[in-house]
T-cell receptor, first 112, second 114 residues
Framework: QKEVEQNSGPLSVPEGAIASLNCTYS??????FFWYRQYSGKSPELIMS????GDKEDGRFTAQLNKASQYVSLLIRDSQPSDSATYLC????????????FGRGTSLIVHP | EPEVTQTPSHQVTQMGQEVILRCVPI?????FYWYRQILGQKVEFLVS????????KSEIFDDQFSVERPDGSNFTLKIRSTKLEDSAMYFC????????????FGPGTRLLVL
């Protein structure tokens, strides 16, 4: 049983700061990791994927993966009020699975 | 930009009634999915569908649920006899290949069972 753990928050950061969102997982065979953004009442939107240890940067977003520690994180630089949303961590196991297992998400509030 | 659409946006039903949730996937997509999210809970996979048959399903997807592609554009989720615990947001998604990265979610149908 794959478990994905996230602190539900809310995480509150001031505008312009770095927001750091964390996720741990229990299944060591997990291979692919994803971060989604979900605004209240809306559907999840994929913002980052990461497959190997280390950092992956895309604009203001950086995903970090440490498989040994079973830990994945998302950094949002220069946070904006429009980044206020729930961020969902998700993963798939090995074997070509295309069905993600989601965490409950962390609520992020960026205040002006 | 092409998008997945879902109807209705909201549905209220009485316990024991049948509901059909409708989805129109992106036109050139071949893989279709249903997920649900109970309020305040995580998104959960229900079922995936390809080539007119179910390719994967979760433990949640029991005999009360069925899916169908009745024509070339629609993809439906039927709940035969709704229960209070079926109240949730139901998301349809579609993709051109079987990959997480290419799954596009629809806006969802909020189902409330009374």
């Amino acid at each position: 049983q794959k478990e994905v753990e996230q602190n539900s928050g809310p995480l509150s950061v001031p505008e312009g700061a770095i927001a750091s969102l964390n996720c741990t997982y229990s299944d060591r065979v997990s291979q692919s990791f994803f971060w989604y953004r979900q605004y209240s009442g809306k559907s999840p939107e994929l913002i980052m994927s990461i497959y190997s240890n280390g950092d992956k940067e895309d604009g203001r977003f950086t995903a970090q993966l440490n498989k040994a520690s079973q830990y994945v994180s998302l950094l949002i630089r220069d946070s904006q009020p429009s980044d206020s949303a729930t961020y969902l961590c998700a993963l798939t196991s090995s074997g070509g699975s295309y069905i993600p297992t989601f965490g409950r998400g962390t609520s992020l509030i960026v205040h002006p | 930009e092409p998008e997945v659409t879902q109807t209705p946006s909201h549905q209220v039903t009485q316990m024991g009634q049948e509901v059909i949730l409708r989805c129109v996937p992106i036109s050139n997509h071949l893989y279709f999915y249903w997920y649900r999210q109970i309020l305040g809970q995580k998104v959960e996979f229900l079922v995936s569908f390809y080539n007119n048959e179910i390719s994967e399903k979760s433990e949640i997807f029991d005999d009360q649920f069925s899916v169908e592609r009745p024509d070339g554009s629609n993809f439906t989720l039927k709940i035969r006899s709704t229960k209070l615990e079926d109240s949730a947001m139901y998301f349809c998604a579609s993709s051109d290949v079987p990959a997480v990265e290419t799954q596009y979610f629809g806006p969802g149908t909020r189902l409330l069972v009374l």
